[in-house]
C-alpha cells in the first residue's frame, strides 16, 4: 500500500530506509533543497522522513500554492508532537485545518478590531523605534562596543505583548528577557533531528536518554513557554470588562468564549486551550522572525557601509531628521530595496513549514494524491543564480529600475504565500520599514575590527546570527 502511495510521486534523491534523506538535511537547508530541485527538478520528492513533495522554483509555486490556493492550504500538522506539547492540535500555525480557517478568520479580525496596522500601531512603532535609538546613542557612546539584540527584543516585543495582552512591558523588565531566551530554546529544541522522527515513530521517546534528551527539553521548554502564556492570560482576564470594547486578542477571544456560552452555541475551538496557543504562536511566530531580521539588517549595514552611506544620504535628502512613517516608503527607494534584500539574503526561514494537499492534482505534470505532504519551499528560490546573481552578494542596487524606482520583486517571498501566507506580514512589513529607516537616520553602525566578523548562525525553526557587538555612532 505504502509503495503504491508514493509510486507516481516526483522523483527525487534516494532515501535511506527509515532515515529516508533527513541525513543529507545539513545546512543550508536552503541550498540542499536548491541542489536537489537541479539534480531532479523543480518538483520533487523529498523523504523528510515521510515523502514529502518539495515545490522549489517560482513559477511551480505560483501554478500549485497560490492558483489552487484552497487546495494546499492544508497543514501538515505533527499531531503526535502537538499531543506531547499542548495537549492537542491549537493554536494558529499547527492547528488542524477545520478549526484553523475559523481561528485565522477571528484572529485577523481582532487584530484589526483593535488596532492592528492603524494608525496608532504605527504610532507604537514610531515611538519604541525613538526609544531604541535614544538608548543606543546613550549605551553606546564613547565608541563602546554593544549588542544590538536586547533594545530591538523590548521594542518588538511589546508590540506584539501589546496586541496579544493588551498591555506593554517596561524596556529592561527581565520578564521579557526569560521569554525570549525560552522561545529560542524552543525553536533549536524543535529541529532536533530526532523530533521528525516522533511524528511516524512515536516509540523513539523511548531512545530519548540516548540522544541526550531532547525530546524531553522540547517538552520541558515548551511547558515553560505556556506558563508564561497562561499567567499572562490570566492578568489580561482580570482586567477585563465585557461591556467594554476589547483592548486585544485576548480581550475578544474570551468576549467569544462568553457570547457562545450565553447564547449555548458549541464552543468549538473557542477554548482556553486554543486562546493559549494561538497567542503562543502569534508570540513565537512574530517576536523571533522580527528581531531576527533585525538582527540580520544590521550586520549586513555594518559590514557595508557604503549601503549604509546610500540610505543615510537618501533619508537625509528625502526626510532629514523628522519622524519617518510609513508613508514615506515612495520617497525611499533605495530603503526599500536595502530591505527586501535583507530579508532575501537572511532567508530565516530556510525551511518553510508543511502543507497537505486536500485533494488529488497535478503539479509540475506529476499526479500527487490527497493528503501528500507538500514543503512550498519558496527560501530555495531565494538563493537561486536563475533567479539572481551571485545570490550570496547584497546589492540593493538590483532591485531599483532605470528611473530610480523600487521595483518589488514578487521572487522574493519571505512571508510565503498561498493561504497559509503569515498572518502578521503587515506588522513586520511595518517594524522592519520604521525601525530600520530610523536605526540608520539616527546612527551609523561599524565593525569593531577592521574586517568585520563573519555572520555565524544559530538553527532552529528560524535561523538568526550568534551575538555580535557593533559601534555605533550617533549622527545628530
Ligand atoms: C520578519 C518577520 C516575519 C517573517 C519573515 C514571517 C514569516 C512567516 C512564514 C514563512 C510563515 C509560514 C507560512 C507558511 O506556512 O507557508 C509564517 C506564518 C505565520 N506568521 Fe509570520 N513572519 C513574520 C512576522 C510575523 C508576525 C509579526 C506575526 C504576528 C503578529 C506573525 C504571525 C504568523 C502566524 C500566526 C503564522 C501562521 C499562519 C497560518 O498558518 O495560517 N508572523 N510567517
Not at 501554478?63 to 493554536?91: N, W
Request: net charge neutral; with cysteine; hydrophobic share 40%.
Amino acid at each position: 500500500l505504502f509503495i503504491n502511495r508514493v509510486r507516481g510521486l516526483p522523483p527525487g534523491p534516494p532515501p535511506l530506509p527509515l532515515l529516508g534523506n533527513t541525513l543529507a538535511l545539513g545546512d543550508p537547508i536552503d541550498q540542499v533543497m536548491l541542489r536537489w530541485s537541479k539534480q531532479y527538478g523543480p518538483v520533487f520528492t523529498a523523504w523528510l522522513p515521510a515523502p514529502t513533495v518539495v515545490i522549489a522554483d517560482y513559477k511551480s509555486l505560483q501554478e500549485s500554492v497560490v492558483k489552487q490556493g484552497d487546495l494546499f492550504g492544508d497543514r501538515s500538522v505533527p499531531s503526535v508532537q502537538m499531543k506531547m506539547l499542548v495537549d492537542g492540535e491549537y493554536g494558529l500555525v499547527f492547528n488542524g485545518n477545520y478549526m484553523w480557517k475559523e481561528q485565522r478568520r477571528f484572529a485577523l479580525h481582532s487584530l484589526k478590531d483593535v488596532g492592528f496596522l492603524s494608525e496608532s500601531l504605527q504610532e507604537s512603532v514610531k515611538s519604541y523605534s525613538q526609544h531604541i535609538v535614544s538608548d543606543w546613542k546613550k549605551d553606546g557612546a564613547d565608541g563602546k562596543e554593544i549588542d544590538v539584540t536586547h533594545n530591538i527584543m523590548y521594542g518588538v516585543a511589546n508590540l506584539i505583548w501589546l496586541l496579544a495582552f493588551g498591555r506593554t512591558v517596561q524596556f529592561g523588565d527581565p520578564k521579557l528577557k526569560v521569554v525570549k531566551d525560552e522561545v529560542n530554546k524552543l525553536f533549536v529544541a524543535f529541529v532536533h533531528p530526532c523530533v521528525p522522527f516522533l511524528e511516524y515513530f512515536p516509540y523513539i521517546g523511548i531512545l530519548d536518554p540516548l540522544f541526550g534528551y531532547p525530546i524531553r527539553n522540547m517538552k520541558e521548554v515548551s511547558d515553560s513557554c505556556m506558563d508564561i502564556v497562561r499567567k499572562e492570560l490570566d492578568i489580561t482576564e482580570k482586567a477585563l470588562n465585557y461591556d467594554e470594547d476589547p483592548r486585544c486578542y485576548a480581550d475578544s477571544f474570551f468576549i467569544e468564549m462568553r457570547r457562545r456560552e450565553e447564547k449555548g452555541e458549541p464552543m468549538g475551538n473557542f477554548t482556553r486551550d486554543q486562546l493559549a496557543v494561538a497567542a503562543l504562536d502569534m508570540w513565537t511566530a512574530g517576536f523571533e522572525t522580527t528581531v531576527t531580521t533585525l538582527r540580520f539588517a544590521i550586520h549586513h549595514l555594518m559590514s557595508r557601509p557604503e549601503i549604509q552611506r546610500k540610505m543615510q544620504k537618501e533619508i537625509d535628502q528625502q526626510i532629514g531628521q523628522r519622524q519617518i512613517s510609513m508613508e514615506d516608503q515612495k520617497a525611499l527607494p533605495y530603503c526599500m530595496a536595502a530591505i527586501l534584500e535583507i530579508q532575501r539574503l537572511a532567508n530565516i526561514v530556510e525551511m518553510n513549514f508543511y502543507r497537505e494537499t486536500n485533494q488529488d492534482t497535478v503539479i509540475g505534470g506529476f499526479r500527487i494524491p490527497a493528503k501528500t505532504a507538500i514543503l512550498p519551499q519558496f527560501p530555495s528560490v531565494h538563493v537561486d543564480p536563475k533567479n539572481f546573481e551571485r545570490p550570496d552578494y547584497f546589492c540593493p542596487e538590483r532591485h531599483i529600475n532605470d528611473a530610480g524606482e523600487f521595483m518589488k520583486d514578487p521572487r522574493i517571498m519571505p512571508f510565503s504565500l498561498g493561504k497559509r501566507q503569515c498572518l502578521g506580514e503587515g506588522l513586520a512589513r511595518m517594524e522592519l520599514f520604521i525601525f530600520l529607516t530610523t536605526f540608520v537616520q539616527h546612527c551609523s553602525f561599524s565593525s569593531p575590527t577592521l574586517i568585520p566578523p563573519e555572520i555565524k548562525l544559530i538553527r532552529g525553526i528560524t535561523r538568526s546570527p550568534e551575538l555580535y557587538t557593533v559601534k555605533i555612532t550617533a549622527r545628530f
